[in-house]
């Protein structure tokens, strides 16, 4: 079964840090461009960070720069999301998607055309 699993999210305070990983299953994530998506209750799907296959290319929504960073580890399938600095706006479902590669339409990063997508992992910042 060819799919992608986030996992990482969690309760934390505001200043606190969390890391995401996105983990593939069935295929390889060597190929693809990944990207991180979030959804707050009441509003719409996001982008916030992507990272191009060879790792040579990342995007950040302006929100998250300097507070997140992305990376991959293609020898575990893997690609993160680090999180620090949180703040309660950050509360959110987090998605991962797999693309071939990253699509920044007018400074943001778009969510069509992605190949898989995972269930997502949901984060809540709050004291």
């Known amino acids: 079964q060819l799919q992608l699993v986030e996992s990482g999210g969690g309760l934390v305070q505001p200043g606190g840090s969390l890391r995401l990983s996105c983990a593939a299953s069935?295929?390889?994530?060597?190929?693809?461009?990944i990207g991180w998506f979030r959804q707050a209750p009441g509003k719409e799907r996001e982008g916030v960070s992507c990272i191009s296959s060879s790792a040579g290319y990342t995007y950040y929504r302006d929100s998250v720069k300097g507070r997140f960073t992305i990376s991959r580890d293609n020898a575990k399938n893997t690609v993160y999301l680090q999180m620090n600095s949180l703040k309660p706006e950050d509360t959110a479902v987090y998605y991962c998607?797999?693309?071939?590669?990253?699509?920044?339409?007018?400074?943001?990063?778009?969510?069509?055309?992605?190949?898989?997508w995972g269930k997502g992992t949901l984060v809540t910042v709050s004291s």
């Open positions: 069935g295929f390889t994530l060597n190929y693809y461009a």
């Open positions: 998607a797999a693309r071939r590669g990253c699509s920044v339409v007018a400074g943001n990063l778009v969510d069509y055309g992605m190949d898989y």
